[in-house]
């Protein structure tokens, strides 16, 4: 399996709290940098985080409108990235999919696209 299999979305009332987890059996994912991305209903997709790769020291980066209240990180021992999403917003509402951003994370920080989607977990933030 080369895809990603996003899990952990769900229903929450606002400023609650969920963890994503990203899985790739076909990778082993400390080698590479992986974004999270989303996408609202009726709006264009969006980057929301990137973990660049170990030897890159895992740094990390967020769109504006996530930071202080996501958290991107690894469990090597379990190939998963996780997203830590706290303090939820009803704007946050969207589906979650990972994805190996081209070029790395610089490449996410340009918006270029990426690869090897997952079908995506849906975030529901409402009251």
């Known amino acids: 399996q080369l895809q990603f299999v996003e899990s952990g979305g769900g229903w929450v009332q606002p400023g609650g709290s969920l963890r994503l987890s990203c899985v790739n059996s076909?990778?082993?994912?400390?080698?590479?940098?992986i974004a999270w991305f989303r996408q609202a209903p009726g709006k264009e997709r969006e980057g929301v985080s990137c973990?660049?790769?170990?030897?890159?020291?895992?740094?990390?980066y967020y769109t504006d409108s996530v930071k202080g209240r996501f958290t991107i990180y690894r469990d090597n021992v379990k190939n998963t990235v996780f997203l830590q999403m706290n303090s939820l917003k009803p704007e946050d509402t969207a589906v979650y999919s990972c994805?190996?951003?081209?070029?790395?994370?610089?490449?996410?920080?340009?918006?270029?696209?990426?690869?090897?989607w997952g079908q995506g977990t849906q975030v529901t933030v409402s009251s």
């Open positions: 973990i660049s790769s170990a030897t890159s020291e895992n740094a990390t």
């Open positions: 076909g990778f082993t994912l400390f080698e590479y940098a």
């Open positions: 994805a190996f951003p081209r070029v790395g994370c610089w490449g996410f920080q340009q918006g270029l696209d990426a690869d090897h």
